[in-house]
């Protein structure tokens, strides 16, 4: 989606564009208004986008439901005891 912001600075392009190339005002107005197989597009891109982020956002609350079920899991179980830095142990003399 565009932002106002995104609108304007387009507009300005167009206006600076126009003037450096000599382009009659009358084509520019003609080539800024979409058609209707762009819309169509526009929407179907569009479409596609929140598709895909509905799906991402599925996958990512499934996903934090399992890491919250592992955070319950590992508080149930006792924790094993860390080991020690120094390696393998010494063999006995």
């Known amino acids: 989606m565009s932002s106002p912001l995104d609108g304007r600075i387009r507009s300005i392009a167009r206006e600076e564009a126009t003037a450096l190339l000599g382009v009659p005002?009358?084509?520019?107005?003609?080539?800024?208004?979409?058609?209707?197989?762009?819309?169509?597009?526009?929407?179907?891109?569009?479409?596609e986008h929140l598709h895909?982020?509905?799906?991402?956002?599925?996958?990512?609350?499934?996903?934090?439901?399992?890491?919250?079920?592992?955070?319950?899991?590992?508080?149930?179980?006792?924790?094993?005891t860390p080991r020690k830095a120094g390696g393998a142990t010494p063999a006995p003399e």
């Open 25 to 47: 005002d009358g084509v520019q107005a003609a080539a800024s208004v979409p058609t209707a197989e762009q819309l169509q597009e526009q929407l179907t891109d569009l479409h």
């Open 52 to 80: 895909l982020a509905a799906t991402n956002i599925a996958r990512l609350e499934e996903r934090v439901e399992v890491l919250e079920q592992a955070g319950k899991q590992t508080d149930q179980v006792p924790r094993r």
